[in-house]
């Protein structure tokens, strides 16, 4: 990988901000967004080299392309010429796998210019490595976690070869490294204006004969200034466990900013400043230049959003109905309360008046036996009404409701393709809000197919049209979102035989099949 020319640095940077101007018009008109948390070099939470002990959340994608650059001033054992310019750059996806837990990996690539080595690009780590968080309380701000990596060093040429020194150590590895770091953190407000405090510790080792094990110190502070703008500081600190140095090893600190936008895209721009100091009597005299620069591009897509919007919806009309059910269980016990005090008045009238007694008896039983007519009533209205219903029943809802099966025969598909036909689509949303009024019913669109062909295409053909098919009726009725399945059975149930036209084309159906037949009895 050779550097970046200063006119395509210019090229990317203008790119970068035409996209930021033109996430911020298309989602100007849009409701308050959330802005993504900042992340660290591995892709997860955090800051530019420390972690956090939160999360990602399940669902949750980051892309992340990083690069950085310093010059070597002098030339010493253990680094490249004087005046050489050292550039790597990163690639990592992380993925949250579940509300705790964060799986993530990528590679490094270096590129050297005015350096008189025989490998000046290439491919450098390859890291892979998880990251868990304990399950405190939802609203607790304090975050505890662990995280573990193994980096494979498939680099070339490790750019310091002098102890632990460089920014990019880690970066160029030639050997295996096994690393492992607690996590604490400190969370106040949210991404929209909040404060973070990260700390990190661990320890490194490589599989290299007699290497020493490596310390690992770093924390900083975070400050969501406004939705757009985060500002950090941190501070790094590497040096061996048994041998510690930590003057001369590489310290630095890390001021950076990252800008977000609406559509989930964030640019970080930031540097790292050395605060080692010069070794003495050492020929390898300075573990760190004095600055590197650095910046990244990070773009994150949550797979779960529909999914959560859907539970969100569903969770304020159940929460809506849990209101109005409380309400109405008031007024019943006010209406109770009501009924025992004129029940108490009744009581006592009736103890002094035995005639009113005769009479109020006489009265209720006429109640009874007019309320029992009432009722009858109502049984004989009902009953006509169902009748009503039922036959003002389409032929394709009777069908489903006797048999439990209903073939989707007015659905069309081209030879050998998955699309449905746009004549077919009418007719499916007929029957996606014709099946919204059996709420109680689970079904199955079920993919067939004649016996001609590969078998096992046959049955991929089929499970995919049934996919179409389940997928187009939950897009014009929501409601069968988790009532419907789908599954291809390819040419393993025949209706008729396969050995002539009609027989083969009678085969080639989508069906819809009852999965809970018990229920159809409410429904008849």
């Known amino acids: ?19 930021i101007i033109i996430n911020f018009f298309v989602q100007a008109e849009l409701a308050p967004w959330t802005p993504m948390p900042t992340v660290n070099e591995w892709g997860t939470r955090g800051l530019t080299h420390t972690s956090s002990g939160k999360a990602l959340g399940q669902g949750r994608l980051n892309i992340l392309v990083e690069g950085t650059w310093y010059k070597q001033k002098d030339a010493f054992p253990g680094t490249l010429d004087a005046n050489a310019d050292i550039g790597t750059g990163y690639g990592f996806l992380a993925l949250g ?3 705790y837990f964060d799986v993530f990996g990528g590679a490094n690539f270096f590129g050297l210019r005015n350096a008189s080595v025989s490998d000046k690009y290439g491919l450098g780590t390859v890291t892979g490595g998880i990251k868990a968080s304990l399950p405190l309380p939802e609203n607790f701000p304090v975050y505890l976690g662990a995280q573990a990596a193994v980096l494979a060093g498939l680099s070339k040429n490790q750019i310091n070869t002098n102890y632990i020194d460089g920014y990019n150590y880690f970066e160029t590895r030639v050997n295996y490294d096994v690393m492992g770091k607690l996590i604490e953190s400190v969370i106040l407000g949210n991404e929209n204006r909040g404060f973070e405090l ?6 490194a080792k490589s599989t290299e004969a007699n290497s020493k094990s490596i310390l690992l110190i770093s924390g900083g502070i975070l400050g969501n200034i406004i939705p757009y703008l985060s500002l950090g500081l941190e501070a790094n600190s590497r040096t061996f466990l048994e041998d510690r140095a930590f003057r001369t090893d590489p310290v630095y600190v890390t001021p950076f900013l990252v800008i977000k936008t609406p559509a989930y895209i964030s640019i970080t721009a930031g540097g790292d400043i050395s605060l080692s100091q010069d070794r003495t009597n050492d020929p390898a005299k300075r573990a760190l230049e004095k600055y590197r620069v650095f910046g990244n591009l990070v773009f994150s897509y949550d797979f779960l959003a529909v999914k959560r919007k859907l539970a969100l919806e569903k969770a304020k009309a159940d929460s809506t109905e849990r209101v109005q059910c409380i309400a109405d269980v008031n007024n019943l016990k006010t209406t109770q309360e009501n009924l025992k005090k004129q029940m108490a008045q ?20 006429k109640r009874v036996y007019q309320d029992s007519i009432a009722l009858d009533s109502a049984k004989a209205e009902y009953k006509r009404l169902l009748a009503i219903e ?5 032929d394709l809802e009777k069908k489903l409701l006797t048999t439990g099966m209903l073939i989707l025969d007015a659905v069309y598909f081209e030879s050998g393709k998955t699309e449905i036909s746009i004549n077919s689509k009418p007719y499916l949303k007929i029957i996606g809000k014709m099946l919204e009024r059996y709420p109680k019913l689970q079904l199955e669109v079920g993919g067939h197919t004649d016996n001609l062909g590969n078998a096992e295409k046959n049955y991929q053909l089929s499970q995919a049209r049934a996919d179409a098919v389940k997928n187009y009726l939950i897009l014009v009725a929501p409601g069968l979102a988790d009532r419907l399945s789908a599954r291809g059975y390819g040419s393993s149930m025949p209706k008729m035989d396969n050995r002539t036209a009609a027989g083969r084309k009678a085969n080639r159906r989508v069906e819809l099949k009852v999965l809970n037949p018990e229920v159809l009895k409410e429904y008849n």
Request: proline share 2%; aromatic share 4%; charged share 20%.
């Open 1 to 19: 990988m050779k550097l970046i020319p200063k006119q395509g640095i210019k090229s990317l940077l203008y790119f970068s901000l035409l996209i």
């Open 97 to 99: 796998v579940s509300n």
């Open 198 to 203: 990260h700390l990190n510790q661990g320890v």
């Open 346 to 365: 009744d009581s006592a009238i009736c103890k002094n008046k035995t005639d009113s007694l005769t009479n109020l008896c006489t009265a209720l039983t």
């Open 390 to 394: 039922k036959e003002r029943r389409s």
